[in-house]
């Protein structure tokens, strides 16, 4: 009795300092740079809830208050011992290293995804070549009305809106696509391979129906400073899509929720390269792709220098 006395005493008068234990850890998990007065006040919360929880364990070992101190106690171990904040440092660390090895370990898939869009594009063009009058599937009236004149929708767009606003608007819409191809890998990878596929025969069907009228090379022309990045960065953000549907159907670690949190926290970092990249491409598309005053060399230049 004498010792239940004591233990619930003893509890009792911890209590208080237990129930701030969630406000506390909250602000120092949210704030990197810590002062000496929080540094030291950490360290000597972090031993007296060393001594609370050896002596919870003892004496109530499978209890609620047990769990919860054991979790208080894990969180500011990992508070402590997280290395310091640099943000130079993180910086480099993430594009000399991070991305650099998840790529590495994209590589299968990347070229899965290539292999995808690339075949893709052959139907397409079959499609179109074979059935010109289809053509209203892959493009839109004013296009097919354009190109049937002898001039390509994109001969007008610096008359439409300047350079700057169509580059904004061109690497938005190259943003969300990627998004999108890596979103959709949540269904088993499947939406991936949708988005990968019907790309890659839209853009086949398209470069059919500009042959068709002696304009295909007016395409390639526009599109040879920025489309092989886009391109690459398309299939790059379909094979971190696949890697978090390959995640749900063969997961790698204890449950399907902990790998697709693992697989969406990697390539999630790989995504912002791509932003990255598409930024530029955007900027490439709305200067460079539609002036005419651009010679083909320097776009070879620029496409494959950039890519």
Known sequence: MSDNGGLQAWATSRIAAWSDLGSILDGLERKRDHTVTETLRAIELYRALGRDLSIVRRTLPTSRMTRALAQSYARLHAVIYRKPHNWRERLRSLFREEIPQVVRELRGPIQFVALVFALAAAPGWWLIGTYPQLVGLVASEQMIDGVEEGRLWTDDILNVAPSSVISVSILA????????????????????????????????????????????????????????????????????????????????????????RHAASKTSKVLLLCALLLVVCGFIEGYVSPDPTFPMISRVVIGFGWW
Do not use: D, W
Request: glycine content about 12%.
């Open 173 to 260: 819409n190259n943003i969300t696509v990627s998004i999108v191809a890596f979103v959709l890998g949540v269904f088993f990878g499947l939406g991936t391979f949708y988005i990968i596929a019907m790309n890659g025969f839209m853009l086949g069907a398209i470069f059919a129906f500009t042959h068709q009228h002696g304009m295909a090379g007016e395409l390639l022309k526009f599109v040879l400073a920025h489309g092989l990045v886009e391109l690459s960065v398309i299939c790059i953000a379909g094979a971190a899509g696949m890697m978090l549907g390959e995640s749900l159907i063969r997961p790698t670690h204890a449950t399907r929720r902990e790998s697709f």
